[in-house]
């Protein structure tokens, strides 16, 4: 069993920020603003984040192959 303690990722104030998911290769979490537009990814080893994208409102995402946006 893998024992894992929660730290916060982000202080940022977000509009709507939702849809957290795990890209099991890149071993990274990605997450949403909606209102912002804006995805984002954190890397737990580097303790980092980054905004990966922002544009036009998001509803959701997924992990795939390819990311077309």
Do not use: C, N
């Not at 890209?23 to 912002?36: A, F, G, M, R």
């Amino acid at each position: 069993m893998i024992h894992a303690k929660p730290y916060m990722v982000v202080d940022e104030e977000l509009g709507i920020g939702e849809w957290p998911l795990w890209h099991p290769l890149e071993k990274k979490v990605y997450w949403l603003d909606i209102q912002s537009g804006s995805i984002y990814r954190h890397d737990p080893d580097k303790k980092s984040h980054e905004r990966v994208y922002q544009g036009m409102r998001v509803g959701g995402f997924t992990i795939g192959k390819e990311i077309r946006i």
